[in-house]
Nanobody, 119 residues
Framework: QVQLVESGGGLVQAGGSLRLSCTASGSIFNINAMGWYRQAPGKQRELVAHISTGGSTNYADSVKGRFTISGDNAKNTMYLQMNSLKPEDTAVYYC?????????????WGQGTQVTVSS
């Protein structure tokens, strides 16, 4: 089992910045990718950014140039630096880890952290 704990959410004005953190613990071997997802009220959960263990990244078009995903393997922590925040970035942000199990890939999720951007 992998446990994921997010932190860093909050209320910020448009144009401001926040940094989210996600720390993994437990059986964290064979994790081959991690990512951030978000879900706004009444909308489906969507991918925000993704990073592989090799370090390759990809971003949703809506956040490219504003958000940066990174990881610190020594701390088992992944970050999402969010700059130039917009009201439409308001959502609950979830940390995700994909682990290669014996019979396939296993998804783990954090509890979510609220990000609210005021106009």
């Amino acid at each position: 089992q992998v446990q994921l704990v997010e932190s860093g959410g909050g209320l910020v004005q448009a144009g401001g910045s926040l940094r989210l953190s996600c720390t993994a613990s437990g059986s964290i071997f064979n994790i081959n990718a991690m990512g951030w997802y978000r879900q706004a009220p009444g909308k489906q959960r969507e991918l925000v950014a993704h990073i592989s263990t090799g370090g390759s990244t990809n971003y949703a078009d809506s956040v490219k140039g504003r958000f940066t995903i990174s990881g610190d393997n020594a701390k088992n922590t992944m970050y999402l630096q969010m700059n130039s925040l917009k009201p439409e970035d308001t959502a609950v942000y979830y940390c995700n880890a994909v682990q290669e199990g014996e019979i396939g890939l296993i998804d783990y999720w954090g509890q979510g952290t609220q990000v609210t951007v005021s106009s």
